[in-house]
């Protein structure tokens, strides 16, 4: 990890004066994709851990998760 960082700084110390001519643009892209990112992992995290929270253990000590399965008896009316 240590030697990607360093080579990463390098590359952007080398182009830190190309960010007024327009290198600014694709570092504000990369920042709006980390962020998007970092969002999605949280929000996904946050709904993983909910579920469990309130699950309630069973009786062989594992938990029985409250979410509903994802196969669901369909509960329309044949067309007639």
Not at 1 to 23: D, H, R, S, T, Y
Not at 34 to 58: D, E, F, H, I
Request: glycine share 6%.
């Amino acid at each position: 990890m240590v030697p990607l960082l360093l080579i990463e700084q390098a590359f952007l110390a080398a182009n830190v004066l190309k960010i007024p001519e327009g290198g600014w643009l694709p570092l504000s892209w990369s920042g709006m994709i980390c962020l998007l990112v970092l969002t999605w992992v949280r929000g996904s995290a946050q709904l993983w851990r909910r579920p469990r929270a309130r699950a309630k253990p069973s009786s062989n000590g594992w938990c029985a998760s409250s979410m509903p399965s994802r196969r669901t008896a369909c509960r329309a009316r044949p067309c007639s």
